[in-house]
């Protein structure tokens, strides 16, 4: 169990984390979801005590993590993958972390085998590739075999087979009872994996939700028509609660009208559809929904039409 | 790395019972030591010159110059002197090694992040700090020590035959001016821990370390004397390299009288050598709880 209160950071003038409380129970997988720069590593560091809260709290099962008496049983952490020596090999590395909890050598050897290591282990760091260092970082985080895994950007830089690992381990950590708390930017990612998500947006919880709850956010009511008659059925079908969006000279995406109603106005109407289809709302679009406003560095809004903008309300769910 | 090596393999079989502990953090930091290459040259380069120094100095007799009279014979004194300062003449070579390794020890884990695992396995983050200070300072003694003595138990039967000297292994003051000089390696490795652990930056805590070893003594010296002014030649006398140099005077009496210019002997120098290292280490340690890893 994490649980933040008011938990703030700010850089200066800057505010990188803006006052936020959550829980993040045991028994499942929580995901902390946003765009870069919202604050997603800060907090996580904030809550292994690598940086200073401003002003709020942190804890796990109820303490500090300074005052965890056996912080690498207690809580495995990977924060970034470079957080070793170059200079050092991976099984020296893990050996000088597992001394200062008299770890046994033998679990350095198991969680070496665990993330498939075996092979560069006694080969310095320094010509690890991401990928390499990621199961590095994961070794690491398991070694004291911890109630409470917090991982930031897991499955950066894994290769497939490594990020169905990440997310069985998660899930089989999960079942045992375990809190585990993972970021990503990669929502997809988050749909496959996570039980709960909260969705952290400039510093602050956009929303905190069960998976399914934050994907029926964006599922929304967008119907994908393609007629040769688009202008003039876009104008019969544009009315009170009724949105109408061009996206190609015989393409429409209407909302606010369910898909058989649209079949029924068509037919009345005398227009031929070559397509009617209800768009399923996805994580993706509920992120970007969520986090539209929210989002730090906006890359250049290109080919803005391309994609159905989901026209959810943004207000947080709780 | 398979999906079904998941299930049987998370680590339910490691026992509870291990802990943080302040044992465990000595080891790992001797652990971490002692797995990086730059500790193992730094180890090989301050043995190897020290005792190559020592024999050239021992060995090779200055030819006699023109207008130069032949010194006498040296007395018994004078002669444990020179002994001691050819089995030490390596140190100013070792000292600047060992200021660098002392850097490194702590810079070396700010710049490549390992820092962050450090802090996460011992959270106080103090602990880390004292353990690898004792580390270093240990590994520094043992080095110094074996550097210095190795070198004086190379040199010291040669010197009867090269110089006519005849040093002298019973003189009390020949030890301790020995092991002065290993004790003043120590405390340089470990002042330029802490000013490492100020700065947190490898090329600055070393160019900072080295500044304060190499660089100031001259600067200062060189402005006292041109100025004249007692206050600024005194500083230059309670410098780390200044004071440390008295550590292994064979006397280890005050040098010179002067009035107004402070002098020290080996006691004292040995205390305010401390009290740098002293003064630094705390700061370091309250920075070092401050900040953000």
Same mark, same amino acid.
């Given at each position: 169990?994490?649980?933040? #209160?008011?938990?703030?950071?700010?850089?200066?003038?800057?505010?990188?984390?803006?006052?936020?409380?959550?829980?993040?129970?045991?028994?499942?997988?929580?995901?902390?979801?946003?765009?870069?720069?919202?604050?997603?590593?800060? @907090?996580?560091?904030?809550?292994?005590g690598l =940086?200073?809260?401003?002003?709020?709290?942190?804890?796990?099962?109820?303490?500090?993590?300074a =005052?965890?008496?056996?912080?690498?049983?207690?809580?495995? *952490?990977?924060?970034?993958?470079?957080?070793?020596?170059?200079?050092?090999?991976? &099984?020296?590395?893990?050996?000088?972390?597992?001394?200062?909890?008299?770890?046994?050598?033998?679990?350095?050897?198991?969680? %070496?085998?665990?993330?498939?290591?075996?092979?560069?282990?006694?080969?310095?760091?320094?010509?690890?590739?991401?990928?390499?260092?990621?199961?590095?970082?994961?070794?690491?985080?398991?070694?004291?075999?911890?109630? #409470?895994?917090?991982?930031?950007?897991? *499955?950066?830089?894994?290769?497939?087979?490594?990020?169905?690992?990440?997310?069985?381990?998660?899930?089989?950590?999960?079942?045992?009872?375990? @809190?585990?708390?993972?970021?990503?930017?990669?929502?997809?990612?988050?749909?496959?994996?996570?039980?709960?998500?909260?969705?952290?947006?400039?510093?602050?919880?956009?929303?905190?939700?069960?998976?399914?709850?934050?994907?029926?956010?964006?599922?929304?009511?967008?119907?994908?028509?393609?007629?040769?008659?688009? =202008?003039?059925?876009?104008?019969?079908?544009?009315?009170?609660?009724?949105?109408?969006? +061009?996206?190609?000279?015989?393409?429409?995406?209407?909302?606010?009208?369910?898909?058989?109603?649209?079949?029924?106005?068509?037919?009345?109407?005398?227009?031929?559809?070559?397509?009617?289809?209800?768009?399923?709302?996805?994580?993706?679009?509920? &992120?970007?929904?969520?986090?539209?406003?929210?989002?730090? &560095?906006?890359?250049?809004?290109?080919?803005? =039409?391309?994609?159905?903008?989901? @026209?959810?309300?943004?207000?947080?769910?709780? | 790395?398979?999906?079904?090596?998941?299930?049987?393999?998370?680590?339910?079989?490691?026992?509870?019972?291990?802990?943080?502990?302040?044992?465990?953090i000595?080891?790992?930091?001797?652990?971490?030591?002692?797995?990086?290459?730059?500790?193992?040259?730094? %180890?090989?380069?301050?043995?190897?010159?020290?005792?190559? %120094?020592?024999?050239?100095?021992?060995?090779?007799?200055?030819?006699?110059? /023109?207008?130069?009279?032949?010194?006498?014979?040296?007395?018994?004194?004078?002669?444990? /002197?020179?002994?001691?300062?050819?089995?030490?003449?390596?140190?100013?070579?070792?000292?600047?090694?060992?200021?660098?390794?002392? /850097? $490194? +020890?702590?810079?070396?884990?700010?710049?490549?992040?390992?820092i962050?695992?450090t802090f996460a396995a011992v959270p106080k983050r103090t602990p880390a700090l004292i353990a690898k200070?004792?580390?270093?300072?240990?590994?520094?003694?043992?080095?110094?020590?074996?550097?210095?003595?190795?070198?004086?138990?190379?040199?010291?039967?040669?010197?009867?035959?090269?110089?006519?000297?005849?040093?002298?292994?019973?003189?009390?003051?020949? $030890?301790?001016?020995?092991?002065?000089?290993?004790? &003043?390696?120590?405390?340089?490795? !470990?002042?330029?821990?802490?000013?490492?652990a100020? #700065?947190?930056?490898?090329?600055?805590?070393?160019?900072?370390?080295?500044?304060?070893?190499? *660089?100031?003594?001259?600067?200062?010296?060189?402005?006292?004397?041109?100025?004249?002014?007692?206050?600024?030649?005194?500083?230059?006398?309670?410098?780390?390299?200044?004071?440390?140099?008295?550590?292994?005077?064979?006397?280890?009496?005050?040098?010179? *009288?002067?009035?107004? !210019?402070?002098?020290?002997?080996? !006691?004292?120098?040995?205390?305010?050598?401390? /009290?740098?290292?002293?003064?630094?280490?705390?700061?370091a340690a309250?920075l070092l709880k401050r900040r953000?890893a």
């Amino acid at each position: 169990m994490i649980e933040a #209160i008011g938990l703030t950071k700010r850089y200066g003038e800057k505010t990188a984390v803006d006052g936020i409380n959550f829980q993040v129970e045991p028994g499942r997988v929580t995901g902390f979801l946003g765009p870069n720069g919202a604050g997603k590593s800060t @907090t996580m560091r904030m809550i292994v005590g690598l =940086d200073r809260p401003t002003s709020g709290s942190v804890t796990l099962n109820g303490k500090k993590y300074a =005052d965890l008496k056996a912080p690498l049983h207690e809580v495995g *952490v990977l924060l970034d993958a470079k957080a070793v020596h170059t200079g050092r090999s991976a &099984y020296n590395h893990l050996r000088a972390l597992a001394a200062t909890h008299g770890i046994s050598r033998k679990r350095v050897d198991e969680v %070496i085998a665990l993330t498939g290591l075996e092979s560069v282990a006694r080969k310095r760091v320094g010509g690890f590739s991401l990928g390499m260092g990621q199961r590095l970082g994961m070794a690491s985080a398991l070694l004291g075999d911890p109630s #409470i895994l917090i991982l930031d950007e897991p *499955v950066n830089g894994l290769d497939p087979e490594g990020v169905i690992w990440v997310r069985t381990l998660a899930r089989h950590m999960a079942s045992q009872g375990r @809190t585990v708390f993972l970021s990503s930017h990669l929502m997809s990612e988050m749909a496959q994996t996570a039980d709960q998500i909260i969705v952290l947006g400039r510093g602050r919880v956009i929303a905190d939700a069960p998976v399914g709850d934050i994907i029926a956010l964006a599922a929304g009511n967008a119907v994908r028509v393609r007629t040769p008659d688009a =202008d003039r059925f876009s104008k019969e079908l544009i009315g009170t609660d009724v949105t109408v969006k +061009v996206t190609e000279p015989d393409l429409i995406v209407v909302n606010g009208l369910p898909a058989a109603r649209i079949g029924e106005l068509a037919a009345s109407s005398r227009v031929v559809l070559h397509e009617l289809t209800p768009l399923a709302g996805s994580l993706e679009d509920a &992120y970007l929904a969520l986090t539209e406003d929210d989002v730090e &560095y906006h890359a250049s809004d290109f080919d803005d =039409d391309a994609t159905p903008a989901p @026209t959810t309300a943004t207000e947080p769910v709780q | 790395m398979t999906t079904s090596s998941v299930t049987a393999t998370t680590g339910t079989t490691l026992p509870r019972t291990s802990r943080l502990t302040f044992g465990g953090i000595m080891k790992s930091e001797f652990i971490k030591l002692f797995t990086l290459r730059s500790t193992f040259w730094c %180890i090989v380069i301050v043995v190897v010159l020290s005792v190559g %120094i020592g024999l050239i100095i021992a060995t090779v007799n200055p030819p006699a110059r /023109a207008g130069v009279p032949a010194a006498g014979p040296l007395t018994v004194a004078a002669q444990q /002197a020179q002994a001691v300062s050819f089995a030490t003449a390596g140190s100013q070579i070792s000292e600047l090694v060992l200021a660098v390794l002392g /850097a $490194l +020890v702590i810079t070396g884990e700010y710049g490549t992040g390992m820092i962050r695992s450090t802090f996460a396995a011992v959270p106080k983050r103090t602990p880390a700090l004292i353990a690898k200070a004792l580390v270093l300072a240990i590994t520094a003694l043992v080095v110094g020590l074996v550097s210095i003595f190795g070198t004086a138990a190379i040199i010291f039967p040669l010197l009867p035959g090269t110089k006519n000297i005849h040093p002298d292994w019973t003189d009390g003051h020949v $030890l301790v001016s020995l092991i002065g000089a290993a004790l &003043y390696l120590v405390l340089v490795a !470990l002042i330029s821990f802490s000013i490492g652990a100020i #700065i947190r930056n490898s090329a600055g805590g070393i160019a900072a370390a080295l500044g304060l070893v190499l *660089v100031l003594p001259g600067l200062v010296g060189l402005i006292g004397r041109l100025t004249q002014l007692t206050w600024i030649e005194n500083i230059a006398t309670v410098l780390p390299s200044a004071v440390g140099g008295n550590l292994s005077v064979y006397t280890g009496q005050k040098t010179q *009288v002067v009035s107004g !210019l402070v002098s020290f002997d080996r !006691l004292d120098s040995g205390l305010i050598l401390l /009290a740098w290292f002293v003064v630094l280490f705390v700061l370091a340690a309250v920075l070092l709880k401050r900040r953000d890893a």
